[in-house]
């Protein structure tokens, strides 16, 4: 089994897994290597992209749905904890950056919310509902970094004074996080070059000049125009797909 200990870091309280005889956290046959997360982990404001910048990977592991990715997960795929992680990591660190967390405050709720998917990954019933689960235990991870923070600042009457922040995502920023996946989702399932090309013009800041894309992806400057139109008539229908309209 798994379980979640406080350790300190950096004068905050964090948590890191701990193991114990058994090993790891189980379902069948397959268990979850404690190391795996760990060695796929990056904080993502260590990436070249901005937070708003969809997150790829080049392995044949990006391409797999949720559930076969949980699937390798359980049993030990390093491959797949880094393209799982890789393919949730923007939703889980803008959620704390859209509450106002400084950038570092924000990469240790998502190193917190990473450890407790390792540990609760096993008892997942269906893949699908991952995405809603990361942004219930991201929101549940900011309040608790909050009521950490504000107790080692005032010891006295920490609790009530931060009850009034002990809530659910608004309405309106659970709405918009699900939308912004959504489109990660879309950009994602396009073609490999169709993906590099949507990202440098649109998801960088600044965008790249058509010279620059054109260099990258091995194309004469004058196609962009042209394959850019055709990749966002393939975006537009993957979010159609999605329930965009």
Not at 80 to 97: C, G
Not at 107 to 128: D, H, I, T
Request: proline share 6%; with cysteine; charged share 30%.
């Amino acid at each position: 089994m798994l379980s979640l200990a406080p350790h300190a870091a950096k004068g905050r309280p964090s948590y890191q897994p701990v193991k114990r005889r058994e090993g790891g956290l189980a379902r069948g046959a397959g268990r979850i290597d404690a190391a795996a997360p760990r060695r796929a982990l990056s904080s993502p404001e260590t990436e070249r992209s901005d937070i708003d910048r969809s997150a790829t990977t080049s392995s044949r592991e990006g391409s797999w749905p949720d559930a076969r990715l949980v699937r390798e997960c359980l049993h030990g795929s390093e491959e797949a904890w880094a393209a799982l992680l890789d393919k949730y990591k923007n939703l889980i660190f803008s959620i704390p950056i859209k509450q106002g967390f400084a950038r570092e405050d924000a990469a240790e709720v998502f190193q917190r919310v990473c450890v407790l998917l390792l540990a609760e990954l096993s008892r997942l019933r269906e893949p699908r509902a991952l995405p809603m689960w990361l942004i219930r235990v991201t929101s549940r991870e900011c309040f608790r970094w909050r009521r950490e923070e504000h107790h080692a600042v005032h010891e006295v009457d920490a609790d009530a004074a931060l009850l009034r922040d002990e809530q659910p995502l608004p309405e309106a920023l659970l709405a918009q996080v699900a939308e912004e996946q959504a489109l990660r989702d879309a950009v994602h399932a396009l073609p490999a070059r169709c993906r590099q090309m949507i990202e440098m013009l649109f998801f960088e800041s600044p965008a790249r000049p058509y010279q620059e894309v054109a260099r990258t992806l091995g194309l004469a400057t004058g196609s962009i125009g042209f394959i850019r139109g055709r990749c966002l008539t393939r975006l537009r229908r993957q979010l159609e797909k999605a329930g965009f309209r």
